[in-house]
């Protein structure tokens, strides 16, 4: 795991864009793993930017996302398909044949989080999946005491994550119980993860998934086992490492190597 420490969320989202701008570059068809969710916002404007500026062709791209809310239409403002839509897809030349968001107002929603799996193997796989982290350390909805090897299934959402996305529908009696959420089994099969975790906030789950013991109570601490995980974090969520001078001298390391 490779811990890299910035100064604010802007810097951390640029350089989260060109880790996946990379990709894309060296692989025309990538396959990328997207998040939701206040984080990542600066990272898409800034692969918009990219797509406008410097001729970043989303063309044969494929995208998968996390997770969306169940019983929630895609065309409502606080669904992941209208955010994606929203901040991302609309704004670069990605097809839209090409995205998938689960479908939260499934019937069968064993059969939706079945074939999302499929259609993710089908796809050869997730290249680089992008993150960010709870406060409680979830990914994804993969709440706390969550199976580290689940799948894509229907999952409730504990009342903290709840409180934590008002935002995205008003009120707490307005936010849904339950989503559907690739599991940690899932997420953990993508070639390339790249975690964002920004503000005081996140220092107690940043301080579990880079030192913690890997436990279910932390569900992003299992990232420890993956052979490939970059964690973009900045000064204020960094607080609690210990290791942070060791953080600062990769990071140096890293950054030259981006150059």
């Known amino acids: 795991m490779d811990v890299i420490i910035v100064n ?15 990709v ?24 918009v930017k990219k797509h406008n500026e410097e001729g970043l062709d989303f063309t044969n791209v494929k995208s998968f996302n996390l997770d969306e809310y169940y019983n929630v239409p895609p065309t409502k403002e606080g669904s992941y398909h209208y955010f994606m839509n929203y901040q991302l897809f609309s704004k670069i030349n990605i097809k839209k044949e090409n995205t998938h968001v689960p479908n939260g ?7 939706e989080c079945n074939e999302y799996e499929e259609n993710i193997r089908n796809a050869g796989g997730i290249d680089i999946q992008l993150l960010g982290i709870g406060r409680d350390g979830h990914i994804g909805f993969n709440e706390p005491s969550c199976s580290l090897t689940s799948r894509t299934r229907l999952e409730a959402l504990m009342e903290d994550t709840r409180e934590a996305n008002i935002s995205d529908f008003g009120s707490i009696e307005l936010m849904p119980h339950y989503a559907i959420t690739m599991g940690i089994g899932t997420i953990m099969e993508a070639k390339e993860i790249l975690l964002l975790a920004f503000g005081e906030s996140k ?15 932390c569900p992003a601490s299992i990232l420890q086992m993956h052979p490939n995980v970059k964690v973009i974090i900045d000064i204020a969520a960094s607080k609690k490492l210990s290791k942070i001078d060791f953080y600062k001298e990769k990071t140096k390391l890293i950054i030259n190597n981006e150059k």
Do not use: F, H, R, W
């Open 24 to 47: 894309v570059k060296t692989k025309s068809n990538a396959v990328l793993g997207l998040a939701t969710g206040k984080t990542p916002i600066p990272l898409y404007g800034e692969l």
């Open 203 to 217: 220092q107690d789950a940043v301080k579990g998934l880079v030192e913690g013991p890997i436990t279910s109570m």
């Open 8 to 22: 604010d969320n802007l810097e951390g989202c640029t350089l989260g864009a060109k880790i996946i701008s990379d």
């Open 105 to 111: 107002m499934a019937q069968d929603v064993e059969k």
